[in-house]
């Protein structure tokens, strides 16, 4: 299943183009708000106003 994430992985790179895009953060703003605690964005461009969490599709 994370051959899944890795295609969507690309499929979005390539929309974002152009955009710069962060892999693999954690931003102060993103918290759960039942523990309070951070969660983490598998992709992230704050200039296209797109953030991306693949849910159960990587690998552990």
Do not use: C, H
């Not at 039942?34 to 461009?45: A, F, I, P, V, W």
Request: proline letters at 7%.
């Amino acid at each position: 299943m994370w051959q899944t994430a890795l295609g969507w992985r690309e499929i979005l790179t390539r929309i974002l183009e152009g955009f710069v895009i962060e892999a693999n953060v954690t931003p102060a703003w993103l918290r759960n708000p039942g523990t309070n605690r951070l969660l983490k964005l598998d992709l992230y461009s704050p200039e296209a106003g797109v953030a991306v969490r693949f849910i159960g599709l990587g690998p552990t």
